[in-house]
């Protein structure tokens, strides 16, 4: 194919720009054939690694061949997915459960795709679906549903932003008129929390966003909202569109107490003999919730976390999320988690509540692949049609907190057991299990 | 095959265990010929996928035909890398770059690897590499270097357990002694930090671990050290081997303080007509100051966070960390960062500082596929012979820091041009530009 | 007197008990005559002091003598303000001001009465009431109003714990049914925010009580409203009538958030030439901006606070508390503060937020004595009638917020003049000034 | 006295300064008597209330009348203590104890005085003093002893700031160097520790100093050290003298994992039946463990403290230092504090930590009236003679750790047995018990 060759030496010479690679490819090489789009996109990528290659002298091959196709076509425009694609970057897959729920949106036995390079991870996941399923299996629930972006105005002085907060808080009409601004039929303005620190005032507006993590839609909304509302705002200036009070991608107090994505609660009841027989003998209610405490609360807050509280919910939670095509610096405030293990009359209480999982079925990398494949795995491979029509991805978070639980558990009783973690660890990544 | 259509139904059965599936395969269908083994353990995740496929109707064919050959054979085990494996996951990945780096391991110009499925965001990365090599490149730094665990005993009253943080804090024999119970050859203990609260004593161990993150060769450390410890120490108990204090996959305060992993910093001038070329014409390290002290701290502090001051470390981090085979649930915490711009004669002075960042070069997820080709394209592909060889994961962090700090710089400069953001992320999503 | 040495002989050999003595010396050596209650009262303390005295060999001469007639009868009881008195402590008081505030409640020129012990801190109060009344005085306003307790409930599963938590939030009879339960004609209950942990559930009851602090009125209602709640729900038990999610007395992030007690806020502009005249030669509005932004943000967020954003809000918080009969406990969370310090054209923004200040005009030490005094003088003297009647006590939050701004003012100056600081301290502890 | 007449009317006038009121008293009307200087002084307090009570209306005859003689002479000049004094704020105080205390420092038996406004505290005292001396006494310790201040300077670059903070973590004759600046005899440099952010170095000195609580001794040190550092450092600047990582006067959690002031615990053995007799009955140490955990950890983590793990920490420590002449800012940081309930074989093995306790017998208030008197009570009346010779302020450190785990020990139980808490507080305010 000659004229891919001299795009690539026209691009290797920099003659063509990174941003017009995909589509000088689909309309000169491809004809603009919309059956071949995939294709062009991955001669892309293929072309952008061996200029690369060339320049380094490092073999990409395994890059240059690994191909996701998560390319489209929206009003004549090419859109790539990401910029600069090369390919795509593997990480091993395992399939714990299935697992029983009885949510209010899960129901039924799952499987728990997580997709980790840490030895042990899936085994330990295992572990704990089967004392969750010896004991009957485990109840979920989704508590809190929204999306949210903080603008930050600027008032002319403290009485016009006293002022503008109480009218945000308590005219009904301002939400409804600002919805108007609202473009994508997937978003709607729910309420606005203001917060005034002096004539700063954050508003923290929180969406319904249907079965989408609803992150860029909320941007886009925040803006044309702060737009619309500095229109009527003598004086007032915009600071900025997002202000870190979201809060997005960083693990902050506001998420944990106001939620964002979805808040959800996992419990299940362990008797005594399950802990027995799962775990080590010397496994007990009262030896799980001593552990418990001293780890998640009396370590973690001498730590100095304020969203830490659990056993290590982060590493259930990454797996699933790279699992199932989840935005994965979300990680980082999704993986707030409270654990509760109660020594109870027959056996242990283990509970956990995460208040702020931003997951989605549709959107991002959900949309593409083997995430594809996976949340149709789950049943959760259905879209919504409406801003609340979003029992796929309640269902999800609820699956996905279940992994969290399932892996906490496990390692709670390990640590139960003593020096357990540690030995396992060692096993597993030698084989000897 | 009949042999591996036989294997695949008595393992449909249940008659064979999830972990036993990949050694029986590679011994009665490939007679242990160790040259067969990545194939024997792709035949597993195969069968495991047909298996579900079959028990719920899903097609899991992307899944199934993704290969990540990261099975290996130690003393006679069968290691598969993780549990359960049915395929891999693929996250599409982009190079921005190259970049100018200064840095004490990083020198000269480097590609950017960053794997995920957020649009925008290696166009916001390439943007801000650009106002970098326009400001003569970016300089770079690690300040610390020690992977962290902390088990958790129990003196018998609070004198003992005084008397004994001093000893720790005091007596360099005790290191040393302690040191020999450590079997791993790449794992050294420098020093340990103890916290006392009533009986309860904390020992944050604190090790050189080469190139390698060390999470795992300092827990098994940890166990045996704590064994060891309380060989000698009367009436004392073992609560947990991992307490929190580590802190692990949390976002803590006593990482930043006491550091994780490498502590990098990077700083660039970023002179003001950078700052117009390259952003909005309103865009001045003024402007751009504001908008950081407003986002990163006002708003960060009002939200709570104790890690989270930036504008957002982690979208780059998790990209980096997903292309270069890093555990993805160290994201939480490698992801607190500290943004400075400073409003200097001249222009911006431009700072990021990450004082928990977890990386390796080897170990986990950094040896297989195409995470081992990214870290070779970085020139981080050599391996530390000792505990204290650790330049190419140096090189890697700064690196990372420098990923961090251009997508910072461009979305800080983005921001400070007011709706920039938004409309951005909408003309990229929608393949305008 | 005899009857007195004869009980005083009947206390030291214990034969009277602590909880008894102010009332047997009324009854027996003043026959219960309401006009000598306080002579009985402070017998009783002296007759403590002796006995101390006596047993330690130590002259409490000054604790003796110093009176403070805060007891009184109650049908018939007789109330001693606090158990065991012995007299009274003594903390120098200082006058500051006036000073010049246009608020929404405090409006004309105020006096500062501040009691402490440490030298240059009235005179640097002094010194920022200088810059805010050259520059025209100071803006206050009051954004937030309410007292919170948080008993704690456990529910018998997590849906029952959901369900409930949905009432909460939006059954607004529950809230007038609830009212029923509160015998206190100064406290109302407002509204009731849930927060659920997996089975328990917090009630943060927010409640308007007047011009008092609230927070005993506040806990009796919270205890007569669990006891309420609890007769409806079967299974339900009650953990604890308060959580420490009220935040009472604890530096808690949820206070800065949600507001305890008033959220108040003041602004001043001051001129650049003001910053000259009052202050040193090189402070300018942007070298205070600096400081602040260096030490109440980048410092204070590397130390791991979630409150303490300011120059030093808690001195002239803790000496106004002394001065006019707060409780002194509160002083924790009643001095998060948010500094803003904004050059802006021609001057310095300045800018106090302070979300939870939990002041009273009316009960506890408020009602007597010194501090009686020091609340007339600032014209916080009357008594509101009702919970929504509270104009004394946020004139007072608005007054009490400007004696920490103009504190605040004048430390980040001094600050921004190099040592000026430690110079200051020095020189006037030394009579230098 | 015309000449006191006369001044009052000039100083009514404007004429004399605030701050020659004393100097020119003493002169003109005792001819500087230096026996007649507190009379001197106690003139100038009232003429200052006269003037006020004159432009106001209102009476200030408590405050004019309450004497407190603060002052003294140094080479000449007058020291008044406070500037512009009008009087002293009582508070009313009452003695709880004797508690029996085997400490490092305290042994035997000790009041605890303890000025408040609260009713049921100092009954709360008792009623914990009554387990403890039941159970055999407490235990206490002091576990750190360092007073510290964070001067923040800027390097010209990175590499310039690392390299210093190596050097200052390193040379020890840079310690002892710096030493040699500092000119107070009760004040020495013990290390400092440097955080780095970029190019901005914080650098934490820690000093010993004696009995006293030392914030003004070592901001001064800090000063004089950063002057010469600053002499040696080429394009470095002082941002600040104090920089907020100190941490003084804010809920930090540097101050929680470094120590400031003393870091103090204490620990008693609670048998079942003291816990039957002193509380209710159905408070068990079971009962008691689960109150602490959900309050002061469950509570306690969702409410965004990073420093408030106790039941009311702050409410016996502000009247401890309100007795004892503490600086009551101070109250903010030193309540932090960590209560630990576990319920173990026997009993209750009841602990508190407190990390930050910054406390004096020398110094400010302490070294006069009430505060003195109360300081020769608990026998820490003597002043050491150098930096290290503190033994008298670590006895009083335990001391008021004691007050503190008394009454949360208390407040626990009484939480324990449900709604006594509200209860008690009522009857207590309105004299039934």
Redesign the interface.
Known sequence: MDKLKEIKDRFAEGEIK??HLETMIFNEVYDSDASRLQDACHDAARI??SV?EES?G??????KN?R?D?SGL??G????????????????????GPVKISGEYAKGEY?L???????????GV?RGVKAINMSGGI?T?V?FDGMSR?P?LEAP???A??KF?IRVQEDRDLIQELNKEIKDPFVRLEYIEP??????V?LRMVCKTGDAMGM?GV??A??DI??RILKDLEGWK?????????????????????GRGKSV???VFVPEEVLQKVFKKGVTSRSVE??V??????????????????V????A???F???T?Q??????SS?AA?V?ADAVEGGL?F???MPSLEIATIG??TNF??????L??LGC?EIGTSPDDNENVKRLAEICCTAVAALDLNTACA?AA??E???S??A??????
Do not use: W
């Open positions: 990174q941003q952008r690694c690369a380094t490092v073999s990409l091959d395994l890059i690994s996701l998560n929206s009003e425009h090419l859109l790539t997915g990401i910029e600069m694609k090369v390919g795509a970057a593997l990480i091993p897959m395992g399939l714990a499987y795709p997580l997709a980790t390079n840490e030895a042990a991870l899936v085994a295992q109840r629930q508590t903080a930050l002085d403290i009485d932003a006293k907060c917060y005034q620190l002096g004539t700063k954050f860029n941007t886009k925040s803006a702060a737009r915009l600071i900025t569109i997002s202000s870190n009070l979201c809060t997005d991608k960083k693990a902050s107090h506001i998420n944990i107490l106001q609660h996992a419990e001593r552990v405490f001293h780890k998640c609360y009396l370590g973690s807050t001498l730590s100095g976390t304020i969203s830490g509280f659990n290590n919910a982060a590493n939670l990454a797996a999320f790279a699992a095509g935005d994965m610096a979300h990680v980082v993986s409270f509760q209480h509970m956990v509540s991002g990398g692949g083997t995430a594809r494949e996976a149709k795995l491979g640590q003593g020096y973690m540690a030995d660890h060692v597993l990544a030698r084989g000897e299990k």
